[in-house]
């Protein structure tokens, strides 16, 4: 294999060093995965057949040095082909995942490696780590477990097997809905059919006609598109037909080249299979061997649970909406496609605003400087832009400063809908923490969302719920661009809880109710007023509108992926369709058509890494709502009656007990190490308005 500088493919820069994303081509991924995947390869067998006893740094540290640098490359790879996909791009990454699969199986199946690891936590050596590396010796030993390093003989390359089988469907799946999402669009022609749309929405689907040198409106799947038309459209065909399309993506009632089917019955079957390798009854049972929750049961038991509390204010919602949409709208049967819209005018009836009242205040940069106000405060750093390049024009870079101006990490910022972009919002790590020898690499992140881009010269204007969303993934930013912890394999996004990971993130999103916060993050568009303080009154009392059918819309989703995952085999796609059906039943006020094929797009199971663990968002907030009531607990109340949450002495302990630490101890140790003690739901019921604050 001839081997390349990094010169001649960017890829392969030194660890320490920042990437060229502009300069990385189609061309450059899979030379540069074969030759990083051969460099780590040789030095794990060096680890493995060192003659020496084992300690670090002849065992973690001689490997972590070459993994770093491939797992680099291949998560800049999965970054680029996820928001800016081209037949290229996705050609080439798509000739590396079995590449990369093959190998990190061929690592977790490693007898030798996995004998040194045993033969390290059984030595000396071992009881003079500290108690973060012993973790991570603790963790690996774990892992080559649910790794299959154990199996014998035809199970070891049956596992193998499943492994690379299970990364390629995950990643058609995915394809699947973004080729469906992008290839469906509608070109309205007669104007009078978009009443009641934002301008801003009717301006881009007019630019979207133009683009394509058609004349009209053309309308698409996209979020931006798709909230507002469901919200806002008064035609309500035109909202029948947005909802049946988005509701059957990738699926057998939609365009049928993107059904994704046989990958969902084809993923159950594979995940049954490696859990009984593994010796589970079942892939949930597996899954939760590296969860805070002990078990299926008890997951059950919690989401019925939360069901049963917020099913009475949900039946409330429910029969105030049908009876508003047949005496105020003459909608004397309430179908799916009417719900958002009949939500949306009662909200307005009640408290006299709507979420596009709000947007001309929250101006994309204003945003930002709030956003990054509340960051310095509450962890004393500051962001700054800087002048690298990105993977496209939409992206921009920050650099993350302590208070001496010292660079912590940085994190790029891609905002914008766009097509050849996965649809959502994330956060990935392309480089963790680590300190090596006298050098600190530090840590890199990119921030992803899908908001509506600046439109005729104006800048971009965000929904309140877009910038709730932007916080919640500043959290998981900052989750780990705030590490404190030298040793990657300690870092947050490896080895903190899967259903403890949204704590930070859903703690963000808190800030985005306060009122000192709100100042400092609106700024009209036109008149460049702070948002009114009549307008923040109107949006608290609102806070929790329909919170009771938003929760159990929540459980459904959570009981569905825990439900399809407790069987010892697979399911077809008519059982998992009954699933959904049977949870619906069970816990649903809000029934979708028999059309509808929700689980075809559901990529958080099924491409995300949410298997059998979407449960954690539910977990993980209560986790984070008795955080910010430790915040709330010690709030300055000011003159004007508001509050100031901002406690210096919380802030610090937040920082230092549940962000710093990233994954150097258990999720549960942290949460205690800062409240004091262990979790209430209270704090969860009483923010969600299910309880009396």
Partial sequence: MTTQTFAENPLLVPAEAYVDYAAVKPEHIEPAIRELISTTRAAVDTAASCPQPPNWENLVEAIETPSERLHRAWSIAGHLNSVVNTPELRAAYNSCLPLVSEFSTWVGLHQGLYHRYQTLANSPAYAQLGATRQRIVDLALRDFRLSGVELQDAA??????????????????????????????????????????????????????????????????????????????????????????????????????????????????????????????????????????????????????????????????????????????????????????????????????????????????????????????????????????????????????????????????????????????????????????????????????????????????????????????????????????????????????????????????????????????????????????????????????????????QVEFALFDLLIHTHDHGLSISAVLDTLDQVRQEVALLIPPAWHRFPHGFSHLFAGGYGAGYYSYKWAEVLSSDAFGAFEEHAQILEDGTRNVFHPDTCRRYLDEVIAVGGSRPAAESFRAFRGRDPSIEALLRHSGLIEA
């Fill in 156 to 553: 070891r390359d049956t596992y193998a097997r499943n492994a690379d089988l299970q990364a390629q469907v995950s990643q058609k799946f995915s394809e699947n809905v973004m080729d469906a999402t992008d290839g469906w669009t509608l070109l309205i022609t007669d104007e009078s059919r978009l009443k009641g749309l934002p301008e801003q929405v009717i301006a881009q689907a007019h630019q979207q006609a133009q683009a394509a040198n058609e004349s009209g409106w053309k309308l698409t799947l996209h979020m931006p598109c798709y909230l507002p038309v469901m919200q806002y459209a008064q035609d309500r065909e035109l909202r029948q037909t947005i909802y049946r399309a988005y509701g059957t993506r990738a699926s057998d009632q939609g365009d049928t080249a993107f059904d994704n089917s046989e990958s969902i019955e084809s993923l159950l079957a594979l995940r049954a299979e490696e859990a009984s390798l593994l010796g589970y009854s079942n892939f949930a049972a597996l899954r939760l061997e590296t969860r805070m929750a002990d078990s299926a049961a008890q997951v059950l038991d919690f989401l019925h649970q939360l069901a049963a509390r917020a099913r009475p204010s949900a039946q409330h919602d429910l029969q105030e909406l049908r009876e508003f949409a047949a005496n105020e709208l003459g909608l004397g049967t309430l179908e799916p496609w009417d719900i958002a819209f009949a939500s949306e005018r009662l909200r307005e009836q009640r408290y006299a605003y709507s979420d596009e009242a709000l947007r001309p205040y929250f101006t994309e940069s204003q945003v930002l400087k709030g956003l990054f106000e509340v960051i310095h405060t509450l962890f004393g750093v500051h962001l700054q832009a800087c002048d690298a390049p990105t993977w496209h024009s939409d992206a921009q870079i920050f650099r993350v400063l302590d208070d001496q101006d010292q660079e912590l990490g940085r994190l790029g910022m891609d905002l914008y809908a766009r097509a050849g972009k996965q649809g959502g919002a994330w956060v990935d790590s392309e480089r963790n923490r680590r300190r090596h020898g006298q050098t600190l690499h530090r840590p890199l992140a990119w921030l992803t969302c899908n908001f509506s881009a600046p439109q005729e010269g104006r800048e971009a204007l965000l929904t309140h719920d877009e910038v709730i969303t932007l916080f919640h993934e500043s959290g998981h930013a900052m989750h780990t661009l705030l590490s404190r912890v030298d040793d990657p394999g300690a870092s947050a996004f490896v080895a903190v809880e899967w259903d403890a990971i949204e704590l930070p993130s859903q703690f963000m999103e808190n800030f985005c109710w306060e009122w000192g916060v709100l100042q400092s993050l609106t700024r009209h568009v036109d008149t460049g007023e702070s948002l009114p303080r009549e307008l923040f009154d109107k949006m608290t009392a609102a806070r929790n509108f329909q919170s009771g059918l938003q929760t159990l819309r």
